[in-house]
């Protein structure tokens, strides 16, 4: 398994307060999403890096800012959680040598209220 | 943009029987990916077999196996002597390689497997 690491696992939190998700790798892989998983919609990119200072939107992005200071680190930060950003969150990993297989965290539940 | 789509939310398989999940997508470019991911109920997102679109061969491993279809942009999986534990979410992935994104995948919505004893 790669080594991925997402925390928190499980977090409930008050509507309009900040939230900070963390992914760590340990494969000092290049590249390193955020995805977000809602019913009927399987899984949405929310920002990627590419390289440490290196980041950009995906698909779903307003209301959400990444950070990623060094390699094996992706922060996720919901400035001030809405009841709509309830979900569940995956990292993921990749490099695009070799079979450029792509890792998926266990998952972090956010459940804003 | 790139889509991919599912247009089977549910299926269910009696137990030792053979099923075919359905999976389309939508791309201008000619050297991508495709990927079938298995989700059961623990979340953790399971890689069941990956094609890439410039192999003409369909990709096998063990009991799953593609149907891959360029021309169509049809991506089915199928599952053989079907199990228990093959009950779960099935999500269709696609990427396209060679920019700054690397492996960005786009999923369908999913098609959620039952499977009969």
């Known amino acids: 398994d790669a080594g991925i690491t997402q925390s928190p696992r499980h977090k409930v939190t008050e509507t309009g307060t900040p939230v900070t998700l963390r992914c760590h790798q340990t494969?000092?892989?290049?590249?390193m999403y955020w995805y977000r998983q809602d019913p009927g919609h399987g899984l949405r990119l929310i920002h990627y890096?590419?390289?440490?200072?290196?980041?950009d939107k995906g698909e779903v992005s307003d209301g959400y800012s990444v950070s990623r200071s060094k390699t094996e680190d992706f922060l996720l930060t919901l400035e001030s959680a809405t009841s709509s950003q309830t979900s569940v969150y995956f990292c993921?990993?990749?490099?695009?040598?070799?079979?450029?297989?792509?890792?998926f965290g266990e998952g972090s539940w956010l459940t804003v209220v | 943009a790139q889509t991919v789509t599912q247009s089977q939310p549910e299926m269910s398989v009696q137990e030792a029987e053979t099923v075919t999940l359905s999976c389309t997508y939508d791309?201008?470019?000619?050297?991508?990916?495709l990927f079938w991911y298995k989700q059961p109920p623990s979340r953790q997102m399971i890689l069941v077999i990956r094609?890439?679109?410039?192999?003409?061969q369909n990709a096998t491993e063990n009991r799953f196996s593609v149907n891959f279809q360029k021309a169509a942009k049809s991506f089915s999986l199928k599952i053989s002597d079907s199990q228990l534990g093959d009950a779960a979410m099935y999500f269709c992935?696609?990427?396209?390689?060679?920019?700054?994104?690397?492996?960005?995948?786009?999923f369908g919505g999913g098609t959620r497997l039952m499977v009969k004893p």
């Open positions: 993921a990993i990749s490099d695009t040598t070799g079979r450029n297989t792509i890792y």
């Open positions: 494969e000092n892989h290049r590249y």
């Open positions: 890096s590419y390289g440490v200072k290196d980041t």
């Open positions: 791309t201008s470019e000619s050297d991508y990916y």
């Open positions: 094609q890439e679109a410039y192999k003409q």
């Open positions: 992935a696609y990427t396209h390689m060679n920019n700054n994104a690397g492996n960005m995948l786009t």
